[in-house]
């Protein structure tokens, strides 16, 4: 683990994946744009709009569960994953206020949120952004890249995700559906 | 639990609290400075030097511990709380790669951190900042307040938990002690 990595998503005219659609899953959504950028590390350009967040520690996952993981995923990047989505998500005050071990029985224990997530690696990478602490209008970022080819199973995955209990406590998130270059 | 609280720390000419020793645990300290103020928010005033961070939801307690802690700990700001400290610590790259249940582990079963913190309630109040995703040099800054008569309690508490094996992976650490003016 890294020191944490600040990352702006910026929307706008350029970059190298094309903004296909932008869909409300609970709350408003940003403006269309036709490109979008990631941006890693301060001073980013001008953009039409913005969200950024920094890469973390774990909050949640045990060791067990990180062998698992790492066994299992890829990193981002790969040429065959021409697909991606950005999911900002914001949970409740409630969900905030909570201690860990209740935060944490309700993301695995009840919903099994890891585990979900495991049955779609290595097709589905992942990397989550936090940005609550930074004062932004979303708790996380999470951006997804996969093959064009993983497009159902990834939508699958996150059907599975939004019936847990854990989205009972998710109170805004859309997505934005991107497609890259030569993809 | 509110929205995170930005909160800067600002040493310099200025402030209701006097700056009456900056010393080292492990690491360097900060220049001298007479007094500091406590900025909660954005666009701090200048200063000779400033620390930020951020307060933030529960990481490792359980809701048993927030009972306990939450029937005992009392407030910042108390009439009779005329002494401070300020203390800065940054925990290795070892630490923050380990997952979440090796930390708790290290840091409650191993160490009892919030055990001991319980041990000096009331007669210590504290509140924890979170630096390290705001690209800050240190991972947390805790501001402690407690009366005059408390001060060699709060003295056990700081060599009882840096006797910890939490403690050896603290690879910065510094204290800024304070009184108040009237204090």
Do not use: C
């Amino acid at each position: 683990m890294a020191t944490p990595l600040l990352v702006h998503f910026l929307a706008g005219a350029s970059g190298p994946w094309r903004i296909t659609d932008i869909r409300s899953v609970v709350g408003p959504v940003p403006d269309p744009a036709p490109r979008l950028a990631v941006h890693e590390g301060r001073d980013p350009p001008a953009a039409a709009w913005a969200l950024r967040a920094v890469t973390s520690n774990i909050r949640y996952t045990r060791r067990d569960e990180v062998a698992q993981l790492t066994a299992r995923q890829e990193g981002l990047g790969r040429p065959a994953a021409n697909r991606a989505a950005l999911i900002p998500i914001r949970k409740t005050p409630a969900w905030w206020a909570m201690a860990q071990d209740e935060r944490r029985a309700i993301m695995e224990e009840q919903s099994r949120h890891i585990a979900i997530g495991l049955d779609y690696l290595p097709g589905v990478a992942r990397r989550l952004h936090h940005a609550r602490d930074l004062g932004e209008p979303f708790d996380f970022l999470t951006w997804f890249e996969f093959p064009e080819a993983d497009t159902a199973r990834f939508d699958e995955l996150l059907a599975r995700l939004r019936a847990t209990p854990e989205w009972d406590h998710v109170e805004a998130e859309f997505e934005v559906r991107l497609e890259r270059d030569g993809g």
